[in-house]
């Protein structure tokens, strides 16, 4: 028995050839895809409220900051002054601009700045560089005071986005445009030069991948409380295979998009969770036994390529030092995935242990059984006439004992 124990490794469900089936049999689990369901739903509102955000800024001043200016270490050509000669705003899709009212504009050492004589609010910015080498460097912040106090950085030469849906202005280089000619409606002339815009709402694609991740989650856990409950349990593996592909081919899309969007942290960090997705349907597939490992090194990986992420948008210690990252939907996500592995590394403890008591128990019955016996005075005579019959029918000339 001890044998069969250590062969089927304690004969827990995670060692079943479906054992996904087998612990949508469990009735308690019922209780943790309703809570899994719960929170899913609520990460789907809180993504929506992040793409719906409001992501203009007001202000009645607007500083363009050369970086360049005085750039003496080789690898940026230096640009003289502020380096451009055009700066504009615009608020929405619709391309409304501020052109028309009374602004002042004023310039001295790396700095353009514009002024208006009330507060405006804008989500995109942009120049226009005459110059032969145009800025590659640059911030640019707003004020919501005449006086110029309580400034706010509102874009920069390089705008990442984080996984969380917030933008990070970093000092990086440009990628600028070839020289065009830009109509300019407020003094009805054409200036040619460099021109580059920054659109500080969230790309489309950060929508499309979380929404359409989530969604596919949604589905996966609602099936599977509908197959636990109409005993359809194997169908739920082929759902789940399905569904997790889905999740890999919009996660690699984004990687796509993102990659090819001078978005290096995003593309890297929707690369890493195709992959795993991508795994979590092959071992739906082909190896359902070990689905509980890919458990483990799925959620580890979500919550070590999250922090990775922040590392390279350089707000790991802003992140660490306030939420840890629990911000992020995916880090709830890679720790229930490592929460359902660890249940299974317990369960399978607990099962072990409980068949080895049961084992011990039943020699020590046993072993008590034939201590009884053997100290009662007929049991040992009983035993002696054994013994002697035994020895009798024990072959001297090499006969069958059958025979005799």
Excluded at 141 to 161: C, I, N, R
Aim: aromatic fraction near 12%; charge should be negative; include cysteine.
């Amino acid at each position: 028995m001890a044998k069969a124990l250590d062969q089927t490794d304690s004969g827990s469900i995670w060692n079943t050839s479906h054992p996904f089936s087998a612990v949508l049999c469990k009735r308690w689990f019922l209780l943790a895809l309703a809570v899994e369901f719960v929170l899913l739903f609520v990460n789907l509102v809180l993504t929506c409220q992040t793409a719906l955000k409001d992501r203009s800024h007001a202000g009645r001043r607007f500083r363009f900051h050369n970086l360049d200016a005085g750039d003496v270490n080789g690898t940026v050509a230096p640009t003289a002054g502020a380096g451009i000669s055009y700066l504009g705003f615009r608020l929405g899709e619709c391309g409304l601009t501020f052109e028309q009212r009374n602004k002042t504009v004023r310039q001295w050492g790396n700095v353009f700045e514009v002024s208006f004589v009330e507060v405006v609010r804008a989500d995109e910015f942009f120049f226009v560089s005459e110059a032969a080498e145009p800025p590659r460097r640059f911030f640019v912040e707003a004020s919501p005071s005449a006086s110029g106090q309580d400034w706010t950085k509102v874009g920069s030469s390089t705008l990442v986005w984080a996984w969380s849906g917030d933008a990070a202005f970093l000092d990086g280089p440009a990628t600028l445009s070839a020289p065009t000619s830009v109509y300019i409606t407020e003094t009805k002339t054409a200036i040619f030069g460099t021109y580059f815009e920054q659109d500080l709402q969230i790309p489309s694609m950060w929508v499309a991948q979380r929404v359409g991740t989530t969604l596919s989650f949604i589905l996966f856990v609602a099936y599977c409380f509908h197959a636990a409950l109409n005993g359809n349990q194997l169908q739920a593996r082929k759902v789940g295979m399905c569904l997790w592909l889905a999740s890999a081919v919009i996660e690699c899309a984004s990687a796509i998009y993102f990659g090819t969007h001078a978005q290096l942290p995003l593309a890297v960090v929707g690369a890493a969770y195709c992959l795993v997705d991508c795994g979590l349907a092959l071992v739906f597939f082909s190896s359902e036994a070990y689905l509980r490992y890919w458990c483990g090194v799925g959620g580890a990986c979500y919550i070590i390529f999250i922090v990775v992420h922040y590392r390279m948008v350089g707000q790991l210690d802003e992140v660490m030092g306030s939420s840890y990252g629990l911000d992020n939907s995916v880090m709830y996500e890679g720790v229930v995935l490592v929460l359902i592995y660890l249940h299974s590394v317990v369960m399978r403890w607990h099962n072990k242990r409980t068949a080895y008591a049961i084992v011990a128990d039943d020699h020590r019955t046993y072993d008590g059984i034939w201590e009884q016996m053997q100290s009662s005075p007929e049991t040992a005579r009983l035993l002696g006439e054994i013994a002697v019959r035994a020895q009798e029918m024990t072959p001297r000339d090499g006969g069958d004992v059958r025979q005799r």
